[in-house]
């Protein structure tokens, strides 16, 4: 039994390896990428611990090297669905039951795992399976999930300490309990990093999950899975069921022990999912909780007063890092006319010395884009551009899937601030720019703030503080991440908790006490020490004379 209060560790952001040239990381890594290659594997449904071949497989490819095969990933059918939500229940007691230190214990040893021996097996993973080059897989799947698994459990502590207030007469306690029944987490392919985040934090809660990872990034995941089990994760506390979208939503959400879904995906998805809540909203034990980050179309504003390299600088790797493939991806820049000329030089410049190519090449800057789905979408928005009368590439354009699906970093400029590219989200490495007159810079603000329906990301630049103030005021509602003098990606988990709102989510903040908290249902308990035996007050009426 325990008889004092525990105390996590204050985290601190796991520190960025640069992968220098001799460098012993350097070398780990390049060897976990000849060894991943070499073979491949057979990736099974995991459900209660039980690994399952179901026959019914997909296959996860490099993207930059289309015909190369890494694994062949077995598919959960409905028979699969409603193993994983018995598996689920059947672990529930224990997990909820299980002292909270014990829980904790399991998720930073997975950390430090992952700051270590399974640092090189996760970045490499995908690094194929996603084509992200090796900066951008080590902030996500190592220093960002080491974040989360870190960062998670030091909040859970703040919010298990966050009592109310007692008196002499009673003692008021507040109970965090898990929700009553199990959470699905259907997760994205574009970050490792989420995909093991969403089952994870609601587990750490106490919390049972049906993990649906996306099609493109099993292979990543599933080495997720792994980690967590040689972290010591019991059995059916996170149970992993690749497969059909639909179908499984379907079998999942018509169970009346549904408690709640983490997501990160498409707008329509999340919307289509909510309806089918809310179609059967009278079979749930409880209401559900639904947490969800959606799309966006993210924008960068500047003003006159700026520093060009910076702005230039920003709008390069807000766009073009990860091929554009970031829910936070800058999509759409407001450039006013008098500084056009000087910035367009220099985006031109800079956008022809990028490097494109395979993601395991250290020198790449960016790889291929995740399908040939995916391919053929980003080129038809560049084609569309091509064709318009309203619009100009001035930078880039060139697709080629013949070895892998590659998508030259585009940028097109338009005279239209409605145009297709800059009010559609693309999810691929296009921008699209819009000039305005500098004189209507508060009707430009006024478009950047109305013309799309999303709201999760955004940037502002100025060196004038009382224009940056005005821009803040006009945009308040445009991006629950709003970054002034940057580019509006890479949110760090402690110090930029993420998420938005209007079609871009739910804004539940991944990354922060506010997130893990929907994943609680809180139970106040209150104890009298001396209860009345009385019902009368002792209050007394005045009476007349």
């Known amino acids: 039994m325990s008889n004092a ?22 070398t780990a890594l390049k060897g976990k990428l000849k060894e991943l290659k070499e073979k491949s594997i057979e990736i ?9 071949y179901t026959g019914n497989t997909g296959e996860c490819v490099i993207p930059h090297n289309k015909e190369h095969k890494l694994a062949t ?13 018995e598996a689920a229940a059947k672990a529930k007691k224990e997990w909820a039951e299980m002292p909270w230190q014990h829980r904790a214990s399991i998720f930073l040893k997975a950390a430090e795992l992952l700051a270590g021996p399974w640092r090189a097996t996760l970045n490499a993973a995908t690094m194929l399976g996603q084509s992200k080059t090796v900066y951008q897989a080590e902030i996500d799947s190592a220093c960002e999930l080491i974040d989360f698994l870190r960062f998670n459990t030091y909040f859970m502590t703040e919010i298990y300490n966050d ?27 574009n970050f490792t990093a989420i995909g093991g985040n ?26 997720v899975m792994k980690l967590l089990k040689e972290a010591g994760l019991p059995d059916g506390v996170i149970n992993f069921i690749p497969g059909s979208g639909s179908m499984i939503g379907n079998e999942v959400f018509k169970n009346e022990d549904f408690a709640g879904v983490h997501f990160t995906g498409s707008t329509a998805v999340f919307n289509t999912m909510w309806k089918t809540i809310g179609e059967n909203i009278d079979r749930y034990k409880t209401y559900p909780k639904i947490v969800g980050e959606t799309g966006g179309k993210d924008f960068i504003f500047a003003h006159k007063n700026v520093k060009i390299n910076q702005l230039a600088t920003a709008m390069i790797r807000g766009a073009f890092e990860y091929q554009g493939q970031k829910c936070s991806a800058a ?16 985006l031109i410049q800079e956008v022809a010395t990028i490097k494109m190519g395979n993601a395991e090449d250290f020198d790449s800057f960016m790889a291929a884009v995740i399908d040939q789905k995916a391919f053929d979408r980003v080129k038809g928005y560049i084609e569309y551009a091509k064709d318009a009368d309203d619009a100009d590439i001035i930078a880039g354009g060139g697709c080629d899937d013949s070895v892998g699906y590659f998508v030259e970093p585009t940028i097109i400029l338009t005279t239209n601030p409605h145009f297709k590219t800059i009010k559609e989200e ?60 940057d580019k509006p990606t890479g949110a760090v988990v402690g110090q930029q908790p993420f998420g938005g709102a209007r079609a871009s989510g739910t804004n539940d903040k991944a990354g922060s006490k ?27 009426e005045e009476t007349c004379d």
């Open 198 to 223: 969403l089952p994870i934090a609601p587990a750490l809660m106490g919390n049972t999950v049906v993990w649906k990872p996306s099609g493109t990034a099993v292979y990543s995941n599933y080495f």
């Open 163 to 189: 009592q109310p207030i007692s008196t002499n007469e009673s003692w008021n306690r507040l109970e965090y309990r898990p929700l009553e029944g199990f959470v699905f987490a259907v997760t994205p392919f």
């Open 73 to 85: 990933y077995h598919m959960a059918g409905e028979e699969e669905v409603q193993k994983a939500i």
């Open 514 to 540: 506010l997130n893990l908290l929907r994943w609680t249902s809180p139970r106040v308990i209150k104890e009298t020490f001396c209860a009345p035996e009385d019902y009368r007050y002792s209050f007394k």
């Open 426 to 485: 693309i999810f691929g490495p296009v921008l699209t720019v819009y000039l305005y007159d500098d004189e209507d810079f508060e009707e430009a603000l006024k478009i950047c703030n109305e013309s799309t329906p999303y709201g999760l990301t955004g940037s502002i630049f100025s060196q004038d503080r009382s224009v940056l103030i005005k821009m803040e005021k006009a945009l308040g509602q445009a991006a629950g991440n709003f970054y002034i003098n």
């Open 44 to 52: 099974p449904v995991i459900i209660g611990g039980e690994e399952i």
């Open 5 to 26: 209060y525990f105390k996590v560790k204050k985290p601190q952001n796991e520190p960025i390896l640069f992968y220098e040239i001799g460098s012993p990381e350097r």
């Open 331 to 346: 999509s759409r820049v407001y450039i006013p006319k008098s500084i056009w000329s000087d910035l367009k030089d220099k």
